[in-house]
């Protein structure tokens, strides 16, 4: 990680861009497999399985055999593990509904709002150099909470055309049945077009690498929505000498070791322990099996030394980091002027690998600089929200006038027509 002293807001900008993405180049790679995938279907799918995942399928769904003996392949100690973090998920998400909200605005004039599910919900599983099973729990359980009609899995298959036991594990546990053995764009392609086998959905959930991310952000032209456009993982520590540099050194790891173009950053106000921290990752580096990997993440990402506690919290805000860690003297005090951040993590004892599986939170989050404007999934994002009004005659007697001079104004003389013809029924009946 390169070391920042005190830097001008210039030199900050510079030096903690994420990685930068061919946007052109992938694109180009990525057209071509939707409208592949929108003409041929399964066809497609399959030709991409032997193409991408050296795999040749007859069948692109899971069978209820392969959940079964997938079942006997996960530990007693992962399937507990699995359950109490269910469990969590479960907790914190239901507790997001919100109960019909109606209002009478003035008398006779009653409005209403209700949540409303997704009807169909596509939800991607990662299953390359790590298989998310845990993104299964994060994605499965508030669209089951949420009332989504039909909940469709897609996760790439391995050579042996076989899905990792945990994700087939974890979602039946939630009652999900229906999963496709297909990843990558051809996966969002075939959520977005429908198949032979696959069902055509309303909205995509699910991180991914740089061809899925830019496949999810080109299917919205077709009419699905997509959760977010979340890229590489990243995580952002703001740590000060109250910290542990060790538990620093390790949630910086943490999300190094996701993909080299993730990107970890920490801000601090001491030189000293910035160095102490730095030592500590190149220590804990040589013991981790997915070292080559968080090496070259390590590359993109920086420490900055920012003794001015304002101008620290400006950085972190600018850059909005998807996961935001806080382990400083005053924490309270930083976490109330956060604006920008995925989620948040306070204190010593806090690791981000927490959120990631088992506190409850969710960790689809958004990335890039997008939690400025982008909300984590919850339970909210497998619903609609819909609002409904009903007037009464003495209600319309009152709000009508108000519409026709509005509607008079905006030059739309049919809206004010709308009303009139009303208001002069009722004065009609009542003579």
């Known amino acids: 990680m390169q070391l920042l002293v ?3 807001p210039e030199k900050c900008k510079k030096n903690l861009a994420r990685p930068v993405h061919k946007t052109k180049q992938i694109n180009k790679i990525v057209k071509p497999i939707l409208k592949k995938v929108e003409k041929s279907g399964d066809k497609a799918l399959k030709k991409f399985a032997q193409e991408y995942d050296h795999v040749q399928l007859d069948t692109l769904l899971v069978t209820e055999q392969e959940i079964t003996a997938a079942k006997e392949l996960v ?14 998920v479960e907790r914190f998400h239901a507790a997001q509904a919100t109960p019909d909200l109606v209002e009478e605005v003035m008398p006779g004039v009653v409005c209403r709002r209700k949540s409303v599910p997704i009807q169909r919900v596509g939800l991607y599983i990662p299953g390359g150099t790590a298989p998310l099973f845990s993104t299964v729990l994060m994605l499965g359980i508030p669209a089951q909470l949420a009332g989504c009609q039909e909940i469709v899995l897609c996760t790439p298959p391995n050579r042996e055309g076989k899905i990792h ?6 979602a039946d546990l939630i009652g999900i049945s229906k999963i496709v ?8 392609a075939a959520l977005t077009f429908g198949t032979e086998s696959v069902p055509q959905v309303d909205k995509i959930f699910g991180p991914g690498n740089q061809y899925v991310t830019a496949a999810k952000q080109l299917v919205t032209k077709y009419g699905v929505a997509i959760d977010m456009p979340a890229g590489p993982s990243e995580v952002l520590v703001y740590a000060d000498e109250s910290a542990v540099p060790a538990f620093v050194a390790a949630d910086l790891l943490s999300q190094a070791e996701h993909g080299i173009d993730s990107q970890v950053v920490l801000v601090t106000p001491s030189e000293k322990f910035a160095k102490k921290v730095l030592k500590e990752i190149n220590e804990q580096l040589e013991t981790l099996p997915r070292k080559d990997i968080a090496y070259k993440a390590l590359s993109n990402s920086t420490a900055v030394v920012m003794e001015d506690q304002e101008k620290a ?16 003297e005053n924490e309270d005090e930083v976490v109330d002027k956060i604006v920008n951040a995925g989620s948040v993590f306070i204190g010593n004892y806090t690791p981000e690998s927490a959120g990631d599986y088992a506190s409850g939170t969710n960790h689809t989050l958004p990335t ?3 939690a400025r404007n982008y909300s984590g999934v919850s339970l909210d994002s497998f619903v609609k929200k819909i609002t409904y009004q009903k007037i009464s005659p003495e209600g319309l007697k009152t709000l009508g006038p108000i519409v026709e001079v509005m509607a008079e104004n905006e030059l739309l003389h049919a809206h004010k027509n709308a009303v009139t013809i009303r208001l002069n029924y009722l004065k009609g009946k009542k003579k």
Not at 165 to 170: E, G, K, N
């Open 181 to 188: 053995k297909v990843g990558g764009a051809q996966a969002i």
């Open 165 to 170: 036991p945990a994700i087939l594990f974890t």
């Open 6 to 8: 005190n830097p001008s």
């Open 313 to 328: 919290i400006s950085l972190i805000n600018q850059y909005a980091p998807e996961h935001l860690i806080i382990a400083v």
């Open 75 to 88: 530990s007693k100690e992962l399937k507990a593990a699995i359950a109490v973090a269910k469990s969590n």
């Open 368 to 370: 890039y600089g997008y």
